[in-house]
């Protein structure tokens, strides 16, 4: 989507370590009217007819699922990290490694909120090694619900995570895939 | 409110520890519909006419702000908890006790997303004691921004966080007030 590859050569910045850091429009501050775009962008290529549920992990994820829960009229849940006592039992939990936060972190989904006849679109800002995204696939699985597809905002393509996705027939959607940051420069995959 | 009364008394289950778990249409399964109608009866109290940015915290906020974000039209911004490693420096930070993971949290925003010139609306899924709303109060203050009002969906009114900030002439404005869940039955205040 060149709308958003322009946005992240404009603004995002590369930073040690092959972070990129899109904070001012897409997960730390929100520009809705873009996002609103980005959600546009996944309803051209989903089919979203018989899609019931959005599902995303916190906290980044929840503005972009929530704009696609708007735009697309369907409900969005997302897995939280760790425990808080707010969460009763009959949980989904998957345990993953965060490559933000250098730790594992377990996502939980309460039972009641996914189930085996749900049609779930994934949706998440990022990804690089695809952690969060195994786990929210896990948490499908263990739901017996069915994966329609993935959308992603920014994928860093030379992590490897979305590739291996693809390779197992997973239809992974990601509006800008970057392919190479060396000498801080972002080079986009041509889709 | 009364259609979010409604809603609670419908979906809403008082827990031990006089827990009030929303959490299949507000702060982990999201309604969007129904969302979008809370946002709504904020811009009906809010004179959102020079209002520049809505401020919450991760995680459970980012839902319900990123809703009123889209249909106001201004940008959002949320504070993280704790440390990721995807933030540089040049940080507003505020130590807040969070009630529901019973530990010491601190907010984190980017001084690059509020300034000075801003004019802040404080939006939050819940208030109970209001820790988080202090330390989103702090961050405006740090950022020498003006608070233009603060709008919760729910507040549990026995906890006293949202009359404490009544008292210093915030315009705290929350569309359903608990006053009691005693016997596990919930009593609203009257508006």
């Given at each position: ?77 997302f ?83 979305g590739d ?17 940051t ?10």
């Amino acid at each position: 989507m060149k709308r958003l590859e322009d946005r992240i050569l404009k603004d995002g910045k590369v930073l040690p370590g092959d972070i990129i850091k899109v904070d001012g429009f897409l997960n730390h501050r929100v520009d809705p009217a873009f996002m609103r775009e980005l959600a546009q962008e996944f309803a051209r290529h989903f089919d979203l007819s018989d899609v019931t549920m959005i599902l995303t992990a916190e906290a980044s994820g929840i503005a972009l699922a929530t704009v696609c829960a708007l735009e697309f009229g369907i409900p969005m849940v997302f897995a939280k990290k760790a425990k808080s006592d707010n969460i009763e039992g009959g949980l989904y939990k998957s345990e993953i490694v965060s490559y933000t936060y250098k730790k594992n972190v377990t996502l939980i989904l309460s039972k009641e909120w996914l189930k085996s006849t749900d049609k779930v679109l994934i949706i998440d800002d990022f990804m690089a090694r695809g952690m969060a995204v195994h786990g929210l696939i896990d948490i499908v699985k263990q739901a017996g619900a069915e994966l329609r597809g993935i959308g992603i905002a920014v994928e860093k393509g030379f992590q490897g995570g979305g590739d291996a996705l693809r390779e197992q027939g997973i239809d992974v959607y990601s509006l800008a895939i970057i392919d190479s940051t060396e000498n801080g420069t972002i080079q986009f995959r041509k889709q």
